[in-house]
């Protein structure tokens, strides 16, 4: 089966609001967008927080077995503020097994997966300003491939490909 599982997240970040500072405390509770980005399928990923959270930095996914392509289990996210933890197992597994029917197009040997999912905030893994919180992330993993033709389909190494995972979230703080 093919493993290019992976949750490395897209934030594409746009700017022209104020100056570099960091970004302001968040309130008790919300919404809040989640965008993560990579370009290969890592470990290591940006991620970019709007809305009731606003914060940036980096996202590691962890797997079950320590490896780079094992089951994806959870994802640290390391912002400017603090940090906290999700769990993105179930939705790896559902990416998982999408990619048993890639690629979608056979003759350029590319194609798009996607999963979707619930996210939730493991208890007790805030940190900073994210010390006490909870709530959710309703997240969408799109991987956008494309693989070496002459060896098109299960096991073939990628050309180039983006991970995006974006959705919303509400978050509890304290």
Avoid: W
Avoid at 16 to 23: D, F, R, V, Y
Avoid at 41 to 59: E, F, Q, R, S
């Amino acid at each position: 089966m093919r493993r290019t599982a992976v949750f490395a997240i897209v934030a594409l970040m746009s700017s022209g609001c104020g100056s570099a500072s960091a970004p302001a405390a968040a309130p008790d509770h919300g919404n809040v967008n989640f965008t993560d980005y990579s370009d290969n399928d890592g470990t290591k990923a940006k991620i970019v927080l709007t809305g009731a959270v606003g914060d940036y930095g980096d996202a590691l996914s962890l797997t079950s077995n320590g490896d780079a392509h094992g089951r994806r289990t959870d994802i640290d996210l390391n912002l400017t503020q603090g940090k906290f933890r999700i769990n993105i197992a179930d939705i790896d597994k559902k990416l998982v097994d999408a990619f048993t029917h890639f690629p979608s197009n056979t003759t350029t040997c590319s194609g798009l997966v996607t999963a979707t999912g619930t996210a939730p905030i493991e208890a007790g893994s805030g940190t900073g300003a994210y010390q006490g919180i909870s709530g959710h992330f309703d997240l969408t993993v799109n991987v956008n491939e494309v693989d070496v033709k002459d060896h098109c389909g299960p096991g073939a190494k990628f050309l180039s490909q983006t991970v995006v995972i974006t959705g919303p979230g509400t978050v509890t703080l304290g």
